[in-house]
């Protein structure tokens, strides 16, 4: 399962701890695995899913 953020002003910052976290933007396909991270623009439309097999362990910080 995953979820989905509508526009804003804030930005987030995605931590994957674990696994492996597919982030789309609009209709584009970001890639996240584990021990990277990647900054989101919130005025982006963007869901966040697991893209492993196993259990995905993300961090998600907001960001002003």
Known sequence: NGFVTPPNHLNYLFIVAQG???????????????????????????SVWNNADTETIIIGITVI
Request: hydrophobic share 40%.
């Open 20 to 46: 492996e976290v597919k982030i789309l933007l609009g209709e584009e396909p970001v890639i996240i695995r584990k021990y990277k991270s990647f900054l989101v623009d919130g005025k982006i439309t963007h």
